[in-house]
C-alpha cells in the first residue's frame, strides 16, 4: 500500500498486489454517524472516480466513534452504480456545482 494522498492525485492509497492488473486507487472517507451524509469528494477526486472506474475504491467507514463499520464500494459495470461488495447497499453520489464568493 503507497500513501498517495500528499501527491494530489484524486486518491489517498494505492494498493499493488501481484495479482492485479492495474493498482487500485483507493479514496477513504468516515463520518460518526451510522447512516446518511458521508462527505464530499475533491474535484480532482470525482474526476478520478469516474475515469479509473474498474480500479477505483471508495471505502467508508460509519460510526467510526462508536461501532466502526467498513463499507468498500466499487463500480458496477452491469449496473452502472457503485456498490458494497458485502451488502448489496448502493452508494448514492450526487454531482453538484459550486461557488465560493470573497469580498
Known amino acids: 500500500m503507497i500513501p498517495r494522498y500528499a ?6 492509497f494505492e494498493v ?3 495479482l492485479l492488473r492495474e ?4 479514496e477513504v472517507k468516515g463520518t460518526s454517524t ?3 451524509f458521508i462527505g464530499e469528494l475533491t ?10 472506474r474498474s480500479t477505483y475504491r471508495i471505502c467508508v467507514v ?6 466502526p463499520d467498513l463499507r468498500e464500494f466499487f463500480y458496477e459495470t452491469s449496473s452502472g452504480h457503485w456498490i458494497d461488495a458485502d451488502t448489496a447497499q448502493r452508494l448514492v453520489i450526487t454531482a453538484c456545482v459550486a461557488a465560493r464568493l470573497t469580498v
Not at 23 to 26: A, E, H, Q, T
Not at 62 to 67: E, Y
Open 62 to 67: 460509519l460510526d467510526t466513534l462508536a461501532a
Open 43 to 52: 474535484p480532482n477526486e470525482f474526476k478520478k472516480m469516474r475515469a479509473k
Open 34 to 36: 451510522a447512516a446518511g
Open 7 to 12: 501527491d494530489n492525485c484524486g486518491y489517498d
Open 23 to 26: 493498482p487500485l486507487c483507493v
Open 16 to 18: 499493488r498486489d501481484s
